[in-house]
């Protein structure tokens, strides 16, 4: 059973930055062979699209939204994606989650094989 589990977020003040995990698990899982992306939720509006990561290291995309502040990156040994988040705004406040795709292209549409619980990001102004 694979599992996608997301930490790191929190309260921050805008302009402060965090930076998300996401550790995946299964007894025959790995995020070398996945294109893995972070997606985010607010409050009374549709899950969005915020960043993704090919399996091999590249090419990475991103919303336009979080371009130049949000950065994704993949550590494969360690079977975690990261999302170092700068410069938050209150317009990033959301859950987060972290989605796991068995493919070589990157996706940015909400067609990922699994899906982590979220982590909730408040960012106050």
């Known amino acids: 059973q694979v599992q996608l589990v997301e930490s790191g977020g929190g309260l921050v003040q805008a302009g402060g930055s965090l930076k998300l995990s996401c550790a995946a698990s299964?007894?025959?899982?790995?995020?070398?062979?996945?294109?893995m992306g972070w997606f985010r939720q607010a409050p009374g509006k549709e899950r969005e699209f915020v960043a993704a990561i090919a399996w091999g290291g590249g090419p990475i995309y991103y919303a336009d939204s979080v371009k130049g502040r949000f950065t994704i990156t993949r550590d494969n040994a360690k079977n975690t994606v990261y999302l170092q988040m700068e410069n938050l705004k209150p317009e990033d406040t959301a859950v987060y989650y972290c989605?796991?795709?068995?493919?070589?292209?990157?996706?940015?549409?909400?067609?990922?094989?699994?899906w982590g619980q979220g982590t909730q990001v408040t960012v106050s102004s």
């Open positions: 989605a796991a795709k068995w493919d070589i292209q990157v996706e940015v549409t909400e067609l990922y094989d699994y």
């Open positions: 299964g007894r025959t899982f790995s995020i070398s062979r996945h294109t």
